[in-house]
């Protein structure tokens, strides 16, 4: 038996001891994995270091505190989410209840990514606990320390029969597969998400696909061109532009075209320094083969800001490209780095036409001070999510579902929604024994008479 097969196997057992159905267990497994996260900050930061090159005050900014706040939230809501949920009845049930019982799915699979490792592979654990699931673990071996630290300390908090971590590369994430799950949360690309379903689908398994895309920035003439890319600034070059929500490309009338470059220069500038390769707060490509790959995107295309590179370092300067055309190679694939394209359309109507004619992005950014514009562009348009006159920061609001769709991914998480996504919602109808009266005209015979009819 390989040792995937084991860790699922004991995952499986220790769930049908019905352990983690009890709400205290759960919420001590949760209060465990806040006491993790706070006291391991020292080694978490160490490992995505020595991954990203992530600076001390990126660790909390971008990983941890946002897993903190998550980990409250299902501490303080989970008797509310577990609860039995009334629903509306009908003359039919006026006397029945009738109501929504919220169920562990069972074993689940989480396979993280390598970019903000800890947000997506514990994110999605914090809901599969909440619900009262065993879960396997799978953190991305790209990331190859942060993967090490959840497979050394993880076990000192959580039960890790429950919650056992297996790391290893695609041999190894593919014996998981083998195995039998009752839900998938898969982070990562969509190649790979096609072998997961596939995978999946052997089982009948349900999955979550959390993937990326190209998501667009369109920066409308009617805007604060200053605020607008800075924040735009903000979240392409945070992480080195390895951010799944990134704006990939902006869109913006010919007119701007150049104080739109301008303003993002002068916030790199101020960000980064001169010399953004020896600030602390930027980071760098993971590995050679996304730096060559990278590069490769910049062929044919013209650098109005950046470009200096060092592959001994896996160094992208934060880079701006202008005049960009649909057909560029940069315009092929996510970006998913440091590097900015700036295409230029005619206004609203032609960025709309622009972001329907592609695949559904994860992420939509709209800058505009139009605010029927903003709705007009929501309603014209779908992403996973949209976010008006900011970058990134719809991933922070627990209340909202964060998932992508089509392309982008399928399935939903964080508050609820995650707890939601990762419960049966079992449909549960208690009828009396008395009343056998009002039935009578359900069993046959059928007559006319019978029925009034
Ligand atoms: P990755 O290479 O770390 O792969 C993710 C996981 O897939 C790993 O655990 C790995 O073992 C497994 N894997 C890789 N190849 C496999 C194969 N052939 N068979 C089975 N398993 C395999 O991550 P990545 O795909 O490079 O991640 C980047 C992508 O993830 C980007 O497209 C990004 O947009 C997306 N992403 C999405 C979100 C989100 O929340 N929607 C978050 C982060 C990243």
């Known amino acids: 038996m390989s040792r995937e097969q084991k860790a699922v196997e004991r995952a ?30 020292n080694e978490i930061a160490e490992g995505l270091k020595k991954d990203l090159r992530r600076s001390e ?93 959840m497979e050394d300390l993880l076990p ?45 689908a052997k089982h009948l398994t349900p999955s979550t696909l959390e993937l990326g895309g190209k998501s ?37 009338d010919p007119s701007i075209q150049d104080r739109v470059i301008e303003e993002i220069k002068k916030n790199i500038k101020e960000f980064y320094t001169e010399d953004p390769k020896k600030c ?3 980071g760098r490509i993971i590995n050679e083969r996304h730096f060559k790959r990278l590069m490769a995107l910049l062929e044919g ?15 992208i300067a934060p880079t701006v490209l202008r005049d960009v055309k649909p057909d560029a190679k940069v315009m092929q694939e996510e970006i998913f780095g440091p590097l900015l394209p700036v295409l230029t359309v005619s206004g609203a109507d032609e960025a709309i036409k622009f972001i329907n004619q592609r695949e559904k992005p994860l992420a939509l950014y709209i800058f505009s001070s139009d605010n029927k514009l903003i709705k007009r562009m929501i309603a014209e348009t779908s992403s996973g999510g949209v976010l008006a006159n900011d970058c990134l920061m719809h991933f922070s ?9 089509g392309n982008s991914g399928m399935g939903r998480y ?11 919602l079992r449909g549960c109808l208690i009828k009396q024994l008395k009343m056998e009266g009002v039935n009578k005209m359900r069993y046959p015979p059928h007559t006319a008479d019978k029925l009034g009819w």
């Not at 593919?174 to 990562?188: A, C, N, P």
């Not at 920035?217 to 735009?232: G, P």
């Not at 964080?414 to 049966?424: E, I, M, Q, T, V």
Request: hydrophobic share 40%; net charge neutral; glycine share 8%.
């Open 57 to 149: 005050f990126g660790t909390p900014l971008y990983e941890t505190l946002g897993l903190e706040s998550e980990i409250n939230l299902a501490v303080r809501k989970l008797k509310d989410w577990a609860a039995p949920r009334p629903v509306s009845k009908s003359m039919m049930t006026i006397s029945d209840q009738v109501y929504i019982q919220p169920e562990p799915l069972g074993v689940v699979l989480v396979i993280g990514a390598w970019n903000y490792p800890w947000a997506v592979t514990i994110g999605p654990l914090i809901g599969a606990i909440a619900a009262g699931n065993a879960a396997v673990i799978k953190p991305s071996e790209v990331s190859s320390h942060t993967s090490k630290v």
């Open 216 to 252: 667009p920035c369109y920066i409308d003439n009617n805007c604060d061109l200053a605020v607008a890319c800075r924040r735009i600034a903000w979240g392409k070059y945070s992480n080195c532009g390895q951010t799944c929500i990134a704006p990939d490309y902006i869109l913006c």
């Open 301 to 315: 295309s013209s650098v109005a800001v950046g470009g200096e590179n060092d592959e001994s370092e896996c160094y």
């Open 397 to 405: 609001v627990s209340s909202l579902p964060f998932g992508g769709v």
């Open 12 to 41: 499986r057992k220790a769930f049908l001891t019905g352990r983690s159905k009890s709400l205290e267990y759960r919420i001590t497994q949760l209060k465990n994995l806040l006491r993790f996260v706070r006291e391991r900050q």
């Open 414 to 424: 964080h508050g609820k929604y995650g707890f939601d996504h990762l419960s049966h």
């Open 280 to 282: 602390l707060d930027y």
């Open 156 to 200: 000192l908090y959580l039960d890790k029969e429950l919650y056992p971590v297996v790391t290893g590369g695609v041999t190894e994430t593919q014996e998981l597969l083998k195995q039998r799950f009752d839900h998938i949360f898969y982070t990562g690309n969509g190649t790979v998400a096609k072998i997961i379903m596939e995978a999946a």
